[in-house]
């Protein structure tokens, strides 16, 4: 496990992500989209009296749990939509352009000598790791690891020290390319600069349709422990007198995120909406236990627009992250890639590609993170107007679904609670039957909110987690459409 995410999980108290025993992770799958073909006859009837409404108002508040009363759910739903029609469009997924990828890296990167991550750290370096996992493993920062996180560490120190006998007493620093180099899975960008005010830029762009991974990740890291850029949403504790004042207002940085679209030629022709604005924070502050004057950054959340309705965002996390500063784990990395092409030699081994997403962060400095994934070629729009599942029968299906998709394993100890507090009508995508590589965008009824974790055991964590995706069903035929589960972290 790279470490940077292990301590970024331990930190959060993120147990589910782990250690055994502690809440359950939701069903996966729940309902499976087994046959497209038929959601699209059924988006294609005519609409009865029943489900013929020009404006949809909808109130749902109820409150209800499991038998053992580990499973707490609370709903405080409403929701009024206008008459819009809601289409299904038919995408497919691809990879960054090398024009693409100049774009970025003339506007981020300029000039700047870019330097290569990829090469085999020195004695030094080692044994620097060695030190700083010891640390984090006894717990020196204030964090407390669980038995399972111990063993990781352990592991990971032994295998260093096997590596210090043939690690290089000092490292030349070679040039990266600016353009794509081929891959064991793609193609990929990958480096970082020095900038003269002693501050560091990263971009990593991995184009991989198969197994599933097209990201770019672009950070202009406000100091050396600048590893991650996290949103408040998983960050709790912070209150607004802790944080150090702004200049810039939201709806400048508003404006400037939108600057940068058109500068890249992203957005030339509406192609994405502004979905929502997020505080992120560097954690570099917050694993520093800075408790005042702490620095944040507008977080400006951009998804795909289609007939003027902007679609759901993907990974629900918001977290990107990078391995400057930790130059044996980026080594070590390179390991994991040769796994995951063992992987892909399996034929049924697949990675869930993400709905894509742009998130840009900004600061009184500029733009200080871009975040580009799972871009996608739209193929042609399906249906123009769906039909769409009455409300009766939706209110049925949250009720139902959610018991089963939240239902704790036999091994959790803990009580799991859940309020349901927005509830939007929006396009989600799920995979065409048959097809690793082409989806459908659909109408999906998201019901976004909070979830606590009460731990009962020591051998597990609490969880908090804020606005987060709870569950996602198919306006259309009902099923439910999974929620991507990654961390987060890319880079």
Known sequence: MDRKKLKVLVMLGLCSALATGCKATPKEKTVVQKDTNKMIQKAEQKPTDENNQKKIAFTYKDSFSNKLKTLKINMDLKCEIPDMKYPIVRVKQREFTQKEVDQVVNELIGDSKFLKLDYEPSKQQIQDEIIELKKDSNGSDGTAFLSDDRNTVAKEIKLLKKMLAKAPDKVTKEEASRKLVDTESGTRVRGYTEETNGRKKYLDVENGCI???????????????????????????????????????????????????????????????????????????????????????????????????????????????????????????????????????????????????????????????????????????????????????????????????????KNTHGTDELFGTTMKLELERVTEKDSKMQGLYVPTWNIYGDEKFTATSKDAGDLDMKNRKLISINAIDGSIIEIPTQDGCVG
Do not use: C
């Not at 992987?343 to 998130?359: F, L, N, P, V």
């Open 211 to 409: 197994p599933g991974v097209v990201d770019l990740t672009y950070m202009y890291m406000p100091n050396a422990n600048s590893q991650t850029f996290m949103d408040e949403t998983h960050i709790g504790g912070i209150e607004e007198k802790q944080l150090k004042k702004m200049k810039l207002t939201k709806e400048e940085a508003i404006k400037k995120a939108e600057e940068l679209l058109k500068k890249l030629h992203i957005n030339d022709h509406n192609e994405f909406g502004q979905y929502e604005v997020r505080i992120a924070y560097d954690m570099g502050n917050i694993y520093q236990g800075q408790k005042k004057d702490i620095p944040y950054y507008y977080m400006i959340i951009f998804t795909r627009n289609f007939h003027g309705i902007t679609s759901a965002y993907g990974d629900q996390y918001f977290q990107i992250g990078n391995n400057v500063e930790r130059p044996v784990d980026n080594y070590l990395s390179l390991g994991d890639t040769k796994a995951q092409e063992e992987q892909k030699k399996d034929d049924s081994y697949t990675m869930d590609w993400d709905r894509e997403t742009i998130s840009v962060y900004i600061g009184d400095e500029g733009v200080v993170g871009f975040h580009w994934t799972s871009p996608y070629k739209v193929q042609d729009t399906v249906v123009k107007s769906s039909n769409l599942l009455p409300m009766n029968k939706i209110k049925h299906i949250i009720k139902k679904m959610m018991l089963i998709r939240y239902e704790p394993s």
